[in-house]
């Protein structure tokens, strides 16, 4: 795993490089920077593990239906992990709403790994089929109630500046919806003493470190 962590290091190195080459020309020069942002957000505050996945959530060939059944799967731990790891892109989607593919770096030597981001559109879907399976876990577990306000931030200010795009303002329903459980006070205890919210049953509802100067 490490392996592949310092191939994002080494790739992301040598974006930066080529953007401090003089005469490329402009077009070269702003590919260059694209993919230098691209590759330091892939590989910047991820662990190896986390690299790996980026594999996956880039790769066109994930069927959804088994997607979401594996995601379905998952224990709470898993889980925890999965939906810190998006949340981790949607912040930096957040910092840098610039981020765009660079299908022109692609076939670039060095720096194919471009290819191996993840778009927004997938990262948000992603995260939103996690609230969606696992609702009540996520809702109920007051250790990850500081997560779940931090992710809600960062989808509203997305929102905010993209009011009309579908999946962050689905995303926001969700996260929404995800931390009231943990913070309403208008909760009562069954007979078993676990907190139940209304009648008792969960519903649910329907993310680098340096720019190129």
């Given at each position: 795993?490490?392996?592949?962590?310092?191939?994002w290091?080494e790739?992301?190195?040598l974006?930066?490089?080529?953007c401090?080459?003089?005469?490329?020309g402009?077009?070269?020069?702003?590919m260059?920077?694209?993919?230098?942002?691209?590759?330091?957000?892939?590989?910047?505050?991820?662990t190896?593990p986390e690299?790996?996945?980026?594999?996956?959530?880039?790769?066109?060939?994930?069927?959804?239906l088994v997607?979401?059944?594996?995601?379905?799967?998952?224990?709470?731990?898993?889980?925890?992990?999965?939906?810190k790891?998006?949340?981790?892109?949607?912040?930096?989607?957040q910092?840098?709403?610039?981020?765009?593919?660079?299908?022109?770096?692609?076939?670039?030597?060095?720096?194919?790994?471009?290819?191996?981001?993840?778009?927004?559109?997938?990262?948000?879907?992603?995260?939103?089929?996690?609230?969606?399976?696992?609702?009540?876990?996520?809702?109920?577990?007051?250790?990850?109630?500081?997560?779940?306000?931090?992710?809600?931030m960062?989808?509203?200010?997305?929102?905010?500046?993209?009011?009309?795009?579908?999946?962050?303002?689905?995303l926001?329903?969700?996260?929404?919806?995800?931390v009231l459980?943990?913070t309403?006070?208008?909760?009562?205890?069954?007979s078993?003493?676990?907190?139940?919210?209304?009648?008792g049953?969960?519903?649910?509802?329907?993310?680098?470190?340096?720019q190129c100067?």
């Open positions: 795993m490490m392996s592949v962590k310092n191939r290091k790739a992301a190195v974006a930066v490089n080529r401090k080459e003089k005469g490329a402009k077009k070269v020069d702003a260059a920077r694209q993919a230098a942002l691209l590759l330091m957000m892939g590989y910047d505050g991820f190896s690299v790996c996945l980026h594999y996956l959530f880039a790769s066109e060939n994930v069927d959804s997607f979401g059944a594996a995601v379905s799967e998952l224990d709470g731990g898993e889980v925890v992990t999965l939906m790891y998006l949340t981790k892109w949607i912040g930096k989607y910092r840098f709403p610039e981020a765009q593919a660079c299908p022109e770096a692609v076939g670039m030597p060095g720096l194919e790994l471009c290819d191996i981001v993840p778009s927004f559109r997938v990262v948000a879907g992603a995260l939103g089929l996690v609230f969606d399976q696992h609702f009540s876990h996520l809702a109920l577990n007051a250790e990850l109630k500081e997560d779940l306000k931090a992710a809600e960062m989808v509203k200010q997305l929102a905010t500046e993209a009011e009309s795009a579908g999946p962050i303002l689905d926001l329903r969700r996260l929404s919806l995800t459980p943990l309403s006070s208008c909760c009562c205890s069954s078993n003493g676990v907190k139940l919210r209304g009648n049953t969960a519903r649910p509802p329907n993310l680098i470190t340096e100067q």
